[in-house]
């Protein structure tokens, strides 16, 4: 849904209901949008400058009172930073950059970094939209980034500025998405398939990997599958933790039914190339337009292992499910066929992460100087252009770096403010290129203050993972390629005997975790000779050996100086800043003094427009 739908509701009952404030003139479509309450009472949207670093949103909220935006983090409200703005009832707007001292209190920032661009209320709705830097050189503003960014929204009935708890909301959003599905081509002879499991008796356990076996749509030609989404049956939304999709190599014989995806039986685990995923939070996912998933012909999948993390943890008896993907496919082909890579940590439980820590980092190698002979033919320059990141409820962090000729290069992509509750498929900004010989490092962070024993890696959701999935073209034959540390010598470093790996595993649970130890136990892992194991979509497997190489930080970007007023003289300013850019609006501004005249204007042209529009599909 965009902003530009939504509006046309709220500005229907304008023209038949009486408005008053700083209204809107001609604007720039926000192309995205998100509800931020479980009523739908709060609706945003938002786009973005990334050239110029600048965001414009605009919140519609059901209310006759103030309204208010902004951005906080993890674990407090406190200092997170909200504009709030109201139409009084003698018309006159107000509007401010505030930020919260604690959870009851507003303060007005000493420096205004927000840009009115219009305030309206109606019968029904106060709407404000404001443009805002990524990064201001106010420390009172949290910064706008690639990361997951957790946007804070709050309101009041009236317009006495003071918060309420029940009308305060946080929500998780990937606030700079490079495209969307309603911005990209559909073809108007698509296919819809849906791969499912079928009325299954999810266990009362806490965690369960079921699999099952599916054939691909059968087709006589070329097709591309060019969009996913997840398929999840009502009322078992919140037991599904993520779905999987692997493509099946054709010599692989393989087992029918539904059981356990790393049970007793191993057939259960063939076939690990990634096709699709998808994940708790995530929604829909569109291929770019030159991108997609080739079936049909002799080279591409038959079967494919369809993979449901079903999470029970209230132990619910007698409870069928039938989620799964649902896969949009054409026979209009795309330039390209994509792969999925998988990189990360490899998950067994020689994965550790101590308890009671505030950080913790792991990490897994991937050496790509063996592709092209275990591709069985040359493999062409990796072009990269989305991701998705998975970690479980301990991860805080996650980044893919890249290394050439033993030189950092870039970093490929990185999320600093990981939310477990918001796994979704990203594009990149600009696509990467990985060539033959290039070194890849997942590096993930951990916070487990919450526990007093250790976390191994594991499926279940009280284990955890630290992996990142590579969306690229043009497709090779290599599914995965991670890493992990020498137990043995990591056990060593803690003093602990270890003669294997099982030994080294089981001396973890030795160790007094004291924060000296915790330390020394992340040291020893970052300078243990990694393993590497790569795996083909034939489950060809083979091994090699690195060692991880330091990350140089990437450097943040100047902020952009306020043109409404000073930073607070006890607040540190940053070292670079530059002159504030033009935003994002080409939205006019109608002052307060000259209300009737913009009312006037503003119906006119908004009557006339939608007029406009009824004749033209009539």
């Not at 393989?254 to 939070?281: E, K, M, N, R």
């Not at 992509?413 to 990203?426: A, H, K, N």
Request: charged letters at 20%; one cysteine or more.
């Amino acid at each position: 849904m965009t902003c530009t739908l939504f509006s046309w509701l709220i500005l229907l009952l304008a023209l038949t209901t009486p408005s008053q404030g700083h209204h809107f003139g001609p604007k720039s479509r926000l192309r995205y949008s998100r509800f931020l309450d479980p009523s739908n009472v709060m609706f945003l949207c938002w786009d973005f400058d990334l050239e110029a670093e600048v965001i414009t949103f605009e919140l519609q909220v059901r209310t006759a009172g103030w309204v208010g935006l902004g951005v906080t983090n993890r674990y407090t409200n406190v200092g997170g930073d909200l504009v709030v703005g109201g139409v009084l009832p003698d018309g006159n707007v107000y509007f401010s950059d505030q930020h919260l001292v604690d959870e009851d209190t507003l303060k007005e920032d000493g420096s205004q970094d927000a840009e009115l661009q219009g305030l309206m209320e109606d019968a029904f709705y106060t709407t404000m939209r404001f443009s805002r830097p990524f990064r201001s050189c106010d420390p009172h503003d949290q910064d706008i980034t690639s990361d997951t960014v957790r946007v804070l929204a709050a309101y009041g009935q009236d317009d006495t500025l003071k918060l309420d708890r029940e009308h305060i909301f946080v929500k998780s959003i990937f606030l700079l998405q490079i495209v969307h599905p309603d911005d990209l081509d559909v073809p108007e002879d698509t296919i819809i398939h849906d791969l499912e499991i079928t009325d299954f008796l999810i266990p009362e356990d806490d965690t369960t990997y079921a699999c099952t076996f599916l054939p691909l749509p059968i087709v006589s030609k070329k097709h591309h599958i060019y969009k996913f989404e997840p398929k999840l049956a009502h009322r078992n939304e919140t037991m599904v933790h993520h779905i999987l999709v692997y493509a099946c190599g054709n010599a692989s014989t393989l087992p029918t039914g539904i059981s356990d995806c790393y049970g007793a039986d191993p057939a259960f685990s063939l076939c690990s190339q990634v096709v699709v995923g998808w994940a708790v939070g995530g929604t829909s996912y569109q291929f770019p337009d030159d991108v997609g998933i080739s079936i049909g012909t002799p080279m591409d999948p038959q079967w494919i292992r369809l993979e449901i993390h079903y999470s029970n943890f209230h132990n619910l008896p007698g409870i069928y499910d039938s989620s799964g993907i649902r896969m949009y496919y054409s026979p209009r082909l795309r330039r390209y066929d994509m792969g999925v890579l998988q990189l990360g940590f490899f998950t067994f439980p020689i994965h550790f992460i101590p308890p009671g820590t505030q950080s913790f980092m792991s990490y897994g190698l991937c050496k790509t100087e063996k592709f092209e002979e275990m591709n069985g033919t040359p493999v062409p320059d990796i072009q990269v252009y989305g991701y998705l990141l998975h970690t479980h409820l301990a991860g805080r962090a996650l980044q893919a770096v890249q290394y050439r000729n033993g030189s950092q290069l870039r970093t490929i992509c990185r999320d600093g403010s990981y939310d477990f509750s918001l796994q979704e498929t990203r594009d990149l900004p600009a696509r990467v290129e990985i060539k033959p010989g290039d070194e890849l490092l997942v590096e993930c962070q951990y916070q487990t203050l919450d526990r007093d024993s250790l976390t191994f890696g594991g499926p279940s959701t009280i284990n955890e993972m630290c992996l990142i999935f590579l969306f690229y073209y043009p497709r090779n034959n290599i599914s995965s390629c991670m890493g992990y540390p020498d137990i043995i010598y990591v056990a060593h470093e803690l003093g602990e005997e270890a003669s294997d790996s099982m030994e080294g595993m089981m001396a973890m649970n030795n160790v007094e975790w004291t924060p000296e130890n915790i330390k020394k136990a992340e040291k020893a892992c970052k300078e243990a000779q990694q393993t590497v194991i790569i795996k083909t979509i034939d489950e060809v497997v083979e091994n090699t050996t690195g060692w991880i190489p330091d990350i140089i930080p990437t450097p943040r970007g100047p902020c952009l100086e306020s043109t409404g007023g000073k930073v607070e003289p006890h607040d540190k300013t940053p070292a670079g800043f530059r002159a504030k850019l033009l935003s994002l609006s080409g939205a006019s501004m109608a002052s307060p003094g000259s209300l009737p005249l913009a009312t006037l204007l503003f119906t006119q042209g908004t009557l006339s427009l939608f007029l406009a529009t009824l004749q033209a599909r009539d």
